[in-house]
C-alpha cells in the first residue's frame, strides 16, 4: 500500500489531518500534492473539496488523479458536490 494508505484505513478518523494535507496540496513537489489529495479518499465526502481542487493543480499528476476520481469513484451521495467541478473539469480538460 502507498504511503497514503494508512489514511485511506483510517477513514473518518483522518479528517483531524485535512488540513495538513491541505498544506501538502499547495506544495511544490508533485509527488507530496498528489499523495495528500490521495490520502482523502477515506473521508467520505470531505474528500470532494480536495479533488475538485486537485482539477486545477498546477502538476499534471495531480490534475489527472482528481479527474479519475472524480469520474469513476463518485457514489451517488456525491452527486450535489460533483456538479461543483463541472467548471474546473472545463477549465482543465475543455
Same mark, same amino acid.
Request: charged fraction near 15%; charge should be positive.
Given at each position: 500500500m502507498r504511503?497514503?494508505? &494508512?489514511f485511506?484505513?483510517? @477513514?473518518e %478518523? +483522518?479528517i !483531524?489531518a485535512?488540513?495538513q494535507?491541505r498544506?501538502?496540496m499547495?506544495?511544490?513537489?508533485g509527488?507530496?500534492?498528489?499523495?495528500?489529495?490521495? &490520502?482523502?479518499c477515506?473521508t @467520505?465526502? %470531505? +474528500?470532494? !473539496?480536495?479533488f475538485?481542487s486537485?482539477l486545477t493543480?498546477?502538476?499534471?499528476?495531480?490534475?489527472n488523479?482528481?479527474a479519475?476520481y472524480?469520474s469513476?469513484?463518485?457514489?451517488?451521495?456525491?452527486?450535489?458536490q460533483?456538479?461543483?467541478?463541472?467548471?474546473?473539469f472545463?477549465?482543465t480538460?475543455?
Amino acid at each position: 500500500m502507498r504511503r497514503y494508505g &494508512a489514511f485511506i484505513v483510517l @477513514g473518518e %478518523n +483522518a479528517i !483531524p489531518a485535512l488540513p495538513q494535507l491541505r498544506m501538502f496540496m499547495d506544495g511544490t513537489n508533485g509527488d507530496p500534492p498528489c499523495a495528500a489529495m490521495m &490520502a482523502t479518499c477515506g473521508t @467520505g465526502s %470531505n +474528500a470532494i !473539496p480536495f479533488f475538485i481542487s486537485g482539477l486545477t493543480n498546477q502538476f499534471a499528476d495531480v490534475r489527472n488523479e482528481a479527474a479519475n476520481y472524480i469520474s469513476q469513484n463518485f457514489t451517488n451521495q456525491f452527486l450535489g458536490q460533483r456538479d461543483h467541478s463541472c467548471p474546473s473539469f472545463r477549465k482543465t480538460f475543455g
